[in-house]
C-alpha cells in the first residue's frame, strides 16, 4: 500500500478503543427528542463504506469481483445519500418557538 | 503529481473527513445546532468520495460511476418521498444497503485471495458476517414495517435453528480464514450468514423492531470499522467504530425505555409470559367534543399525551391549530412524550416537528411526569399502553415496570380512541375506567377538528 501510515497491531487497538469511547460520549447526553435522528444520522455516517467499496472496486479483477465491488458501491452509495436526505429532512423540521413564523 | 503527494493528500482529506464526522454527529446532539451536524458530516463524505477517486491503482471507473450514479439517485429519490411516518422503515433500508456494501467489500477481499496476513484475515471474515447478517436482516425488518410481510413466524425448535446456522457460519468462516483460495467456502459462508439475517429477525415483532433497527445500525458501524482496518483506510475505521459505540447505546437506551432487555428482543415473543390479568373494575365513559372545549379552554394546564394513533390518523396538524387556540387563551399547553410515543425514540418528536409544535413545549417523561398532578387536563390522544397505570400497579402484566407517563394522576383524562378495543400489546388500560376519565370516541382528525370548532366558539 502506498499510505503513509500503516495501522496495525496496538495503534488499531488505540484507534478503536478511543473512536468507541468517542462514540458512546457523543450519544451519552443526548435528549431522547433526538433520538430518531441521530439514529440516522449515524446511519449516514457509515455510509462512509462507500469509499470502502470504491476502492474495492478499483481494485476489481475478475468479472465476479467487478460485479460484486458494483453492488458494494451501488448499495453504499445508496446508505450515504439516503441516509443524509431522510436524517436533513427530519433536522430541518426542528423549530423553537420563536422562530416558528419564519 | 507522483504517488507520495497523490496519498498525502488522501490521507489528509481522510483525516478532515474523519473530524467532520464526528465534529458534525456532536451537533446533531442538541436541536439547537442539529441541522448544521448534517451538514457538516455530509460535507466530510463529498469530500471522502471524491478524493477516493485518486487512489493509487484503481480502475474500473466507468462501472463506479454508474454504480455512484444509480445507488445515489434511487436513495435520493426515495428519501425525498417516504412520509414522516414511515421513517423507520427507510433507515432501516439504508443500513442494510450499507451492511451489504461492508459485506461485498470482504467479498472482493477474499475471492481477490489477497493475502493480508491472519490478523486482517479474521477481520475480513468478521466485517462480511456482520455486514450481510446486518443486510438481510434490514431488509427483513424494512419489509416487516413497509407490510409487505406483517406476519410474525415463530416455531418450535427457532432457536435451535439459529444456532445451527450460526455454529455453521463459524466453522465455514474458520475454514475460510484458515484456507484462503476456495471459492465455493466463501460463497457458502456469506449465503449461510444472509440466512442467519433473516432467521433471526423474522420471529421478532412489530413494536420491538425499532431496537433491532438500531442493533443492525451499530452492527453496520462495527462491520464498517472492520473492512476500514483491512483496506487500511482511518476514515471507515472511525467512522465505523463511532457508530458501533453510538448505535450499541442507542440500542440500549431504546431497549430499556421499552422496558425490555435487548436478549429478550432478540429470543423471545412479546407477551410470551402473559399470567392471567388481574379484573378491571368500572366502565368506560362516553363524553361530547363540546364538553371537552370547554373544559381545556377554562384550564389553567393541559397536558397533550399523543401515540403513533394520532400519526396515523394524521391529526398533529389539527392538534397543533388546537394547541395555538389554548395558547392564545392563556391555557399553559404542553406536550408530554414517552420515548417510545411513535414507532422509535424521538420519532414522535420529528410527527411533531413536522406540524409546527417547536420543541420547547415538547417534555420527555422524567421532564414532566411530576407536573400530571397539577394539570387539569390530560388528552390522551392515539396513546394506549405508555399511559397505563397498570404498568405501575400489577405485577403479572406484561408490561409491569415499564415507565410510563402518569396521566392518571391529572384531575381530569380525556382519551380520544377510535373504539373500545385493547392496545398495541393487547393489554386492557385501566386508565380508561378511571373516575376522571372520559372517553372521546371518534377518528383523530376528526375530533382535533370538532374540539377546535367547540373552542373557536366559546
Known amino acids: 500500500m502506498d499510505q503513509i501510515i500503516q495501522i496495525d497491531g496496538f495503534i488499531a487497538l488505540y484507534i478503536f478503543m478511543l473512536a468507541g469511547f468517542v462514540g458512546h460520549e457523543i450519544i451519552g447526553k443526548v435528549p431522547a427528542i433526538l433520538h430518531t435522528p441521530l439514529m440516522s444520522g449515524s446511519n449516514f455516517i457509515h455510509g462512509i463504506v462507500l469509499v470502502g467499496a470504491m476502492v474495492a472496486l478499483g481494485r476489481a479483477v475478475t468479472p465476479l469481483e467487478q460485479t460484486i465491488g458494483f453492488i458494494g458501491v451501488f448499495l453504499g452509495a445508496g446508505n450515504a445519500v439516503g441516509g443524509y436526505v431522510v436524517t436533513e429532512r427530519m433536522l430541518e423540521m426542528f423549530k423553537r418557538s420563536k422562530d416558528k413564523k419564519s | ?458
Do not use: C
Request: avoid cysteine.
Open chain 2, 1 to 458: 503529481m507522483n504517488i507520495l503527494n497523490m496519498a498525502l493528500i488522501i490521507d489528509v482529506s481522510y483525516f478532515l473527513a474523519a473530524v467532520l464526522f464526528i465534529y458534525g454527529l456532536k451537533r446533531m446532539g442538541s436541536p439547537m445546532t442539529a441541522r448544521g451536524g448534517i451538514v457538516w458530516a455530509g460535507a466530510g463524505m463529498v469530500l471522502a468520495t471524491v478524493v477516493t477517486f485518486l487512489f493509487p491503482g484503481m480502475s474500473n471507473y466507468i462501472l463506479m460511476m454508474i454504480a455512484i450514479g444509480l445507488g445515489g439517485i434511487i436513495a435520493w429519490i426515495s428519501g425525498k418521498k417516504v412520509a414522516m411516518t414511515d421513517m423507520p422503515q427507510m433507515i432501516a433500508l439504508y443500513n442494510g444497503m450499507g451492511g451489504g456494501a461492508a459485506a461485498a467489500i470482504a467479498a472482493v477481499e477474499l475471492y481477490g485471495g489477497n493475502d493480508h496476513g491472519l490478523t486482517f484475515g479474521i477481520l475480513a471474515v468478521l466485517g462480511g458476517f456482520i455486514g450481510a447478517v446486518s443486510f438481510s436482516g434490514s431488509l427483513v425488518a424494512f419489509a416487516k414495517l413497509q407490510g409487505f410481510k406483517n406476519t410474525t413466524l415463530r416455531f418450535k425448535g427457532q432457536q435451535v435453528l439459529n444456532l445451527v446456522i450460526l455454529v455453521s457460519t463459524l466453522v465455514m468462516a474458520v475454514i475460510v480464514i484458515t484456507q484462503p483460495d476456495t471459492g465455493n467456502t466463501i460463497s457458502i459462508f456469506f449465503v449461510l450468514a444472509l440466512a442467519l439475517g433473516i432467521t433471526m429477525t423474522v420471529p421478532i415483532g412489530g413494536a420491538d423492531m425499532p431496537v433491532v433497527i438500531s442493533l443492525y445500525n451499530a452492527f453496520t458501524g462495527l462491520a464498517v470499522a472492520f473492512e476500514g482496518f483491512v483496506q487500511q483506510n482511518p476514515a471507515m475505521i472511525i467512522a465505523g467504530t463511532v457508530v458501533g459505540a453510538a448505535g450499541s447505546l442507542l440500542t440500549q437506551l431504546m431497549a430499556k425505555a421499552m422496558n425490555r432487555s435487548l436478549a429478550n428482543v432478540l429470543f423471545s415473543g412479546f407477551g410470551e409470559t402473559t399470567s392471567e390479568e388481574t379484573e378491571i373494575n368500572g366502565s368506560m365513559k362516553p363524553i361530547d367534543a363540546s364538553d371537552v372545549g370547554v373544559m381545556m379552554a377554562f384550564a389553567n394546564k393541559v397536558l397533550i399525551v399523543p401515540g403513533y394513533g394520532m400519526a396515523v390518523a394524521q391529526a398533529q396538524h389539527k392538534v397543533w391549530e388546537l394547541t395555538q387556540l389554548l395558547i392564545d387563551r392563556d391555557v399553559d399547553v404542553k406536550f408530554a412524550i414517552h420515548p417510545v410515543a411513535g414507532r422509535m425514540p424521538g420519532h414522535m418528536n420529528v410527527l411533531l416537528a413536522e406540524a409546527g409544535v417547536p420543541y420547547d413545549i415538547i417534555y420527555d417523561e422524567n421532564e414532566i411526569n411530576s407536573e400530571f398532578e397539577s394539570a387539569d387536563v390530560a388528552l390522551i390522544i392515539g396513546a394506549n399502553d405508555v399511559v397505563n397505570p397498570v404498568a405501575r400497579s400489577d405485577p403479572s402484566s406484561p408490561i409491569y415496570g415499564m415507565p410510563i407517563l402518569n396521566a392518571d394522576y391529572a384531575k381530569n383524562v380525556i382519551v380520544i380512541k377510535r373504539g373500545q378495543g385493547a392496545g398495541f400489546s393487547g393489554i386492557e388500560n385501566a386508565l380508561f375506567f378511571l373516575d376522571q376519565t372520559r372517553m372521546l370516541y371518534g377518528d383523530g382528525q376528526k375530533m382535533a377538528s370538532e374540539l377546535i370548532q367547540a373552542v373557536k366558539s366559546l
